[in-house]
């Protein structure tokens, strides 16, 4: 079956810098747009970056300048470079993809288990 696994994440100081990463694995036809979202306690989730096939990206405001996203289509991941981070940044981390495969008929919406970030000194 198609699986997306996190990995990357974990304790660092405010400023510090992580660098979250996905993978896709399964029997794969193509994967189309692919993404990271994030939910803190008592909040709702939250789009955080998204990057499509051909490398446009979009962010949310309040990582603008600060995160990064970019993927590697020959190993089918994505990953998610987090600087100057603040506690605020604190939540879980979940990848999502949108990927045609043996599963779905056309393109099916994918999710990870998540990884956990949390921001503190």
């Known amino acids: 079956q198609v699986q997306l696994v996190e990995s990357g994440g974990g304790l660092v100081q405010p400023g510090g810098s992580l660098r979250l990463s996905c993978a896709a694995s399964?029997?794969?036809?193509?994967?189309?747009?692919m993404g990271w979202y994030r939910q803190a306690p008592g909040k709702q989730r939250e789009l955080v970056a998204a990057?499509?096939?051909?490398?446009?990206?979009n962010y949310a405001d309040s990582v603008k300048g600060r995160f990064t996203i970019s993927r590697d289509n020959a190993n089918n991941m994505v990953h998610l470079q987090m600087n100057s981070l603040k506690p605020e940044d604190t939540a879980v981390y979940y990848c999502?993809?949108?990927?045609?495969?043996?599963?779905?008929?056309?393109?099916?919406?994918?999710w990870g288990q998540g990884t956990q970030v949390t921001v503190s000194s």
């Open positions: 999502n993809a949108d990927i045609w495969s043996e599963e779905h008929p056309f393109v099916g919406d994918y």
């Open positions: 399964g029997s794969i036809f193509s994967i189309n747009a």
């Open positions: 990057i499509t096939s051909a490398g446009s990206t």
